[in-house]
């Protein structure tokens, strides 16, 4: 999302907000430094579309093979940070019935955006076979977001429309009716504080498939990261930088309270 606060001007493209950046930081030697990124940025995006054609053999392979082991997606998905407190318990029976996830890059004009494909197996639930997303880089036109730059891999996830309904076998077993989203804003109490219980009130990870507009949760960017990792994650959490710095600060607070023992003894 563009904020003015983060250096976003409403009415100007990302191209040309880097432009003045680089005038402000680089002065007249602007134009040579920009030249050297703009091919450093598409290097590096040539790079990255030539490792997801190489991979993409292998990520296909791992579909049929998964089936061997029960659970797999759904313990691969709960060992990522960005859906282990966004898939709630009542939905992990929906998801043990998940037999392969594919992330399809079908729109030769703009290969950053994709869709999600999730294949499952028959179950109580729904009668889908398939449930897909559809991601798009390009910010809807009633958006001042700004659409990036042509090689630039750090981008927004949009939702299309074009979603695939849930074909719920009853009310009984639909999970959005049975876990609810609660709305953030009515959760605000007097003082501004949102108060959510994350166990029950953020609701079904099957709401997903109703959203539309900006992906302000980042569901495209959890699959993007996850799905590449896949395997890795089904063998455990994989740590994040912020994962890291939080076992940091705990080894910090573990030596501290080592060495206030330490002193502690030697005052005695």
Known sequence: ????????????????????????????????????????????????????????????????????????????????????????PIDHEAFEALEDVQIVRANPDEVRDFDVVLTFSENKFFSNRELKLHFTVTPPADS?????????????????ET????????DEVNLVLKAPKVDIDSAVDADGVVEVDEEKDLGSFFHTWSQVGEDDEMVGESFVTWRDNALEYALGPVPDSDDEWEDSDDDDDDDDDEKKKDGDKMEE
């Open 1 to 88: 999302m563009c904020d003015d606060h983060d250096g976003c001007s409403h009415g100007h493209s990302a191209a040309e907000l880097h432009k003045e950046a680089f005038k402000e930081v680089f002065g007249e030697h602007s134009e040579a430094f920009e030249a050297l990124k703009k091919e450093t940025d598409r290097i590096r995006f040539e790079s990255w579309k030539a490792e997801q054609a190489a991979l993409k053999p292998f990520q296909e392979a791992l579909g049929p093979l998964s089936q061997k082991v029960p659970k797999f997606w759904l313990n691969s998905m709960l060992n990522h940070r960005g859906f282990r407190n966004n898939i709630p």
């Open 144 to 160: 001042e977001d700004i659409a990036p730059e042509p090689f630039d891999l750090a981008v927004d996830y949009y939702f299309k």
């Open 163 to 170: 979603t695939t309904p849930i074909l719920w076998k009853s």
